[in-house]
């Protein structure tokens, strides 16, 4: 049901902007999570961002240089990721559902029924 696309191969240091859009269903009232699964690791997740926009949380390894962002006229969200590291080489999901995206919340990827299919991101020289 949601669609991600923008991985690539990217250098260290370098940034990308993944999106996630959702053909054919409004994302609305949905808050957005975004996971990650490293090769040989659980999938874990980044950071959210609730429905109306306002409250996004991420992990620690990523604030500071990845952030979350929703264009509802596009009905498409997005993460932007800087200063990329080979540490954050992986698929990366987005997910959304009614779950509420609160700092205090964990991320679960059970919360969320609704998924894409990945994209692929590979921090290398």
């Known amino acids: 049901q949601l669609v991600e696309s923008g991985g690539a191969l990217v250098q260290p240091g370098g940034s990308l902007r993944l999106s996630c859009a959702a053909p054919g269903f409004n994302l609305d009232a949905y808050a957005i999570a975004w996971f990650r699964r490293a090769p040989g690791k659980e999938r874990e997740g980044v950071g959210c961002?609730?429905?109306?926009?306002?409250?996004?949380k991420y992990i620690d390894s990523v604030k500071g240089r990845f952030t979350i962002s929703r264009d509802k006229a596009k009905n498409t969200a997005y993460l932007q990721m800087n200063n990329l590291k080979p540490e954050d080489t992986g698929t990366y999901y987005c997910?959304?559902?009614?779950?509420?995206?609160?700092?205090?919340?964990?991320?679960?990827?059970?919360?969320?029924?609704?998924w894409g299919q990945g994209t692929q991101v590979t921090v290398s020289s």
């Open positions: 961002i609730n429905s109306g926009g306002g409250i996004t």
């Open positions: 997910a959304g559902d009614y779950t509420p995206c609160l700092e205090a919340r964990p991320l679960v990827s059970g919360d969320y029924a609704n």
